[in-house]
Each structure stands twice: as structure tokens, then as C-alpha cells.
């Protein structure tokens, strides 16, 4: 983690009492809902949603994706499964759009978890050949390694 809770708390409130509605704000309400999805998931849930209704406020398409990736992974923390797709589904577009490549894999590969939760194996199947697409194309090679976990357990379930 790059910076502490508690210094991830003092920036929010900093930008908070400065009434900074701007896109930096936006973009710091999503990067401490990312840091803080394990060790604070209330509170990442609490400023994933005030990004995303920032975002709506300042027609920010950029932290409006972020938001909404951070929403779903918090939704599949949560087995809420179904919501985490429609919200992978909206950011999976803004991301395509937008050509964040890292963030794009990020948001498919909840949507092949979801997918997988849901039971559409085909659907996370296909969700999974994108996300090792674009993790190879990134290089990242302990994203591959997770994906392939990915293809492995949904291969189980549909009994192949």
C-alpha cells in the first residue's frame, strides 16, 4: 500500500473542508477506495460512492469508470454478484473508450468472477480470454498467473 489508512483519510479530508469537487478529488476518493477495499471495505464502499456521484456531478467519464470498478470488486467481496456485473459491464465500456488497458483487465477479469458466481461459465470463459489478452499484452505476468487460476477454477464447475 502506498500510503497509510490514516494518511489516506487526512488527504480525503483535506480535499474535503478545501469543497475541491474537482477531478483531482474524484481521482483520490477512487485511489483510497482501491487501497482500502481489504483493510477498510466500509469506508472504501463509503468514497467509492462519492466518486461516482462526483463524477456524475462533473461528467467525468474517467473517475466515473474507476468507481465503478471499485464498486464491483467490493460487491463481489460482498457476494453481490449480480450488481458487481452490471457495474464491471458499465466500466468495462468506459475503460474500452477511454484506453486504460490495466484498469480494463482489472474490471473484466470481476466480471469473470461474477460471471462464474452467476453461473455462466461461457460467458466467464470468454471474460477470461480477454483479461490474459490484455495481461500479456501489459507483460504482467502475475495477472496471467491469476487468470489462468481463473480459466482453472470456472473449467471445474462446468465439469470439462
Known sequence: MAETVEQLKRRIDELRRNRTFTNERIDALNDA????????????LQLSNQALQLSACNEYGRGRAFALRNLGWLQVRTDQYKEAEQAF????????????????????????ISKQKLGNY???????????HLREKLNDL???????????????????
Open 89 to 112: 459491464e458499465e466500466s468495462r465500456q468506459l475503460f474500452l473508450d477511454l484506453q486504460e488497458d490495466a484498469a480494463l483487465a482489472s474490471a473484466v477479469n470481476g466480471l469473470a
Open 122 to 132: 461461457e460467458e466467464a470463459l470468454d471474460a477470461c480470454s480477454v483479461v490474459l
Open 33 to 44: 477506495a482501491w487501497q482500502l477495499r481489504y483493510a477498510e471495505e466500509p469506508f472504501a
Open 142 to 160: 502475475e495477472g496471467v498467473a491469476s487468470v489462468l487460476t481463473s480459466f482453472g477454477s470456472t473449467y471445474f464447475y462446468t465439469g470439462d
